[in-house]
């Protein structure tokens, strides 16, 4: 019998490497997503982790980035200190040249440095101080909006449309700040600070407090004596409830206008039931909205709903989502390229108009990697639902003067 010839040899070896491997088998594409999914901001952590995996569940069954299989691989920023951590583990450790996240400004804040000193890129979809983008660092990048976005916005509204309904300019409304003090809290309450003196409104008292307390009723009592006519309150899930709760016990009698977080959650209407009747909120796109500013946002509730079997808590998952969608967009163009370089040229490029999105925002970067056209809208509370009052554009009903 003859021996099989060397040449035959090498082509069944490399048949059989073909057949395992293939030329043109798909890898995974990996990328670091950091949120707070344990811990006091877990809640929303979790929700916002939640929009991005919908996204890369959806583009990885229409076949992946150029074929290749998203991955995610998860951190926990549980903490300021863990979110630094985990952003150096997920870089040197875990090799991914791109991390999503991360919800919480303050976690944000530790985590873009860490990426911007390894020159691996950043990209933040929820958290909204200021600073995360004000530092100078190539290789951050965010979608949402800013605080002062939210300022402006409740600022604007409050002299166009909260003015004339007291019958008052917008220079004799009295407002005070409520605020839990991180990064968070502390740039939504200086950013209002600014803002409103650009509609000059007055700001007559500023209250910072710890997220974490068990009592408010101190804060409320300073709030009365300044008497205000409506109160920013810049609050996560369990102060929003608490602030809420406390005020209505301690008869406070002055309307609260909420700064996103806990003020959006289901779980804030659950918690004080007909209490919430009224309450105002400048946030993220929630889902009583017109449909027409927010092509896709039906079909996200549809997608959230098969994936995790209940419906979504609150727009952060929707924020998360939308922006996940264009961050694949961009490594689309990089053909899944996350080199600095490649991946800035291709975020620059981007040039999405107002509401096209499933958020109804648009998408243009600066210099400074802050998206241009993430306006938040003015939502109230309405018969146990948050709809969308403001701007006309997106919105369901008109706003009444909150009790």
């Known amino acids: 019998m003859k021996k099989p010839s060397w040449t035959l040899w090498l082509g069944l070896t490399a048949l059989l490497m073909v057949t395992l491997t293939g030329p043109l088998a798909a890898k995974d594409l990996q990328i670091g997503a950091l949120y707070p999914r344990s811990g006091s901001l877990a809640l929303l952590g979790e929700e916002s982790w939640r929009g991005a995996e919908i996204a890369r569940l959806e583009i990885n069954k229409k076949g992946g980035l150029g074929g290749d299989t998203v991955v995610f691989v998860n951190a926990d920023g549980q903490e300021v200190a863990s979110a630094r951590a985990e952003a150096e583990r997920l870089i040197e450790q875990s090799k991914v040249g791109l991390i999503l996240g991360s919800y919480a400004s303050s976690r944000s ?26 530092r100078g660092y190539q290789t951050v990048y965010r979608t949402c909006a800013t605080a002062f976005n939210f300022s402006k916005s409740q600022s604007k509204f409050i002299a166009e449309w909260l003015a004339p309904q007291l019958k008052k300019k917008p220079s004799e409304v009295k407002v005070s700040i409520a605020h839990e003090d991180s990064d968070y809290g502390t740039s939504v309450a200086d950013s209002f600070k600014s803002a409103a003196k650009e509609y000059g409104i007055q700001v007559v008292s500023v209250e910072p407090y710890a997220a974490n307390t068990s009592d408010l009723s101190p804060v409320i009592f300073r709030l009365k004596k300044a008497a205000p006519d409506i109160i920013i309150a810049v609050s996560y899930a369990q102060d929003a409830i608490l602030l809420s709760r406390q005020a209505a016990e301690l008869k406070l009698g002055i309307p609260l206008f909420g700064t996103g977080g806990g003020h959006s959650l289901k779980s804030f209407q659950e918690a004080l039931g007909d209490k919430v009747e009224g309450v105002l909120n400048v946030d993220f796109t929630q889902y009583e909205v017109s449909s027409a500013f ?18 979504p808590k609150s727009g952060h998952s929707l924020a998360n989502y939308m922006g996940t969608k264009v961050l694949f967009d961009i490594l689309a163009k990089t053909k899944g390229s996350m080199e600095a370089d490649a991946f800035r040229k291709a975020a620059l490029a981007m040039d999405v108009p107002e509401g096209a999105t499933s958020t109804g925002w648009g998408v243009k970067f600066g210099e400074n990697g802050q998206n241009q056209r993430a306006n938040p809208f003015i939502m109230q509370w309405r ?12 919105a369901l009903m008109e706003p009444v003067l909150p009790k």
């Open 294 to 311: 927010t092509p896709g946002l039906k079909e996200f509730v549809a997608l959230y709903q098969e994936t995790f079997k209940e419906g």
């Open 383 to 394: 018969s146990g639902k948050l709809v969308t009052v403001w701007p006309k554009a997106a």
């Open 109 to 134: 804040m530790a985590a873009t440095e860490v990426a911007a000193r390894k020159n691996a890129v950043y990209f933040e979809l929820g958290a909204i101080a200021n600073s995360i983008t004000e």
